[in-house]
């Protein structure tokens, strides 16, 4: 079992920057993948970045490339996501979730495929 605790939301001006923290912990994580998820008001569940943990591979959704970056510190068994030049659009709630992607090649970016998630954090970018 795997338990993720996300933090780092809040409120920004369109332009800023935020950091979000995800928190790992239950298991070993080397053979597993982790992504971030955000969801708007009345919309699905989309994703936004993943990042393999052992090999640090990363995967990014078009909308948020080249503006997001995620990272992973081993000895913390903690994620992030730094969110640059944030804009209104990117206002939801961001979720942490994992997979165990041992044996599996690639990075998934359905969120029905992830098997462990974090409670959420709120992310809101003022105009």
């Known amino acids: 079992q795997v338990q993720l605790v996300e933090s780092g939301g809040g409120l920004v001006q369109a332009g800023g920057s935020l950091r979000l923290s995800c928190a790992a912990s239950?298991?070993?994580?080397?053979?597993?993948?982790m992504g971030w998820f955000r969801q708007a008001p009345g919309k699905e569940r989309d994703f936004a970045a993943a990042?393999?943990?052992?090999?640090?591979?990363?995967y990014y959704a078009d909308s948020v490339k080249g503006r997001f970056t995620i990272s992973r510190d081993n000895a913390k068994n903690t994620v992030y996501l730094q969110m640059n030049s944030l804009k209104p659009e990117d206002t939801a709630v961001y979720y942490c979730?994992?997979?165990?992607?041992?044996?599996?090649?690639?990075?998934?970016?359905?969120?029905?495929?992830?098997?462990?998630w974090g409670q959420g954090t709120q992310v809101t970018v003022s105009s």
């Open positions: 979730a994992a997979y165990s992607s041992y044996g599996l090649g690639g990075i998934r970016s359905r969120a029905s495929e992830y098997d462990y």
């Open positions: 239950g298991r070993t994580y080397s053979s597993y993948t």
């Open positions: 990042i393999r943990w052992n090999s640090g591979s990363t």
